[in-house]
Nanobody
Framework: QVQLVESGGGLVQAGGSLRLSCTAS????????MAWFRQAPGEGREYIAS????????YYVDSVRGRFTLSRDNAENTVYLQMNSLKPEDTAIYYC????????????????????????WGQGTQVTVSS
């Protein structure tokens, strides 16, 4: 059974930084693309960024591009989301997710972003950015 555990959330002032971690178990981590979503109060879950299984390809939505950076450490079964220049509108619960597909089913350049691509989710970590 796949388990994803996020950590690193907290309270930070606008302009500050946080690094979120998501550690996976129950799968061959290096074989799977990974992604982050977030859900602000009263809003639906929003896709923000994803990373290919080979780590060479990323995609970010416009609202975070240039401020957030994804990376992965396959030895630690962990994907990281470095968040810089945080804004109050970044306040949300942040979730990591992994796809239904592994490297035998998608090319190395595959960067998922459709909610239907994802089969496993973490429990989320709260990020609060004060103004």
């Amino acid at each position: 059974q796949v388990q994803l555990v996020e950590s690193g959330g907290g309270l930070v002032q606008a302009g500050g930084s946080l690094r979120l971690s998501c550690t996976a178990s129950g799968l061959t981590f290096s074989d799977y693309p990974m992604a982050w979503f977030r859900q602000a109060p009263g809003e639906g879950r929003e896709y923000i960024a994803s990373l290919s299984w080979n780590g060479d390809y990323t995609y970010y939505v416009d609202s975070v591009r240039g401020r957030f950076t994804l990376s992965r450490d396959n030895a630690e079964n962990t994907v990281y989301l470095q968040m810089n220049s945080l804004k109050p509108e970044d306040t949300a619960i942040y979730y990591c997710a992994t796809t239904r597909y592994d490297r035998t089913e998608v090319p190395g350049a595959f960067v998922p972003f459709d909610a239907g691509d994802f089969g496993s989710w973490g429990q989320g970590t709260q990020v609060t950015v004060s103004s």
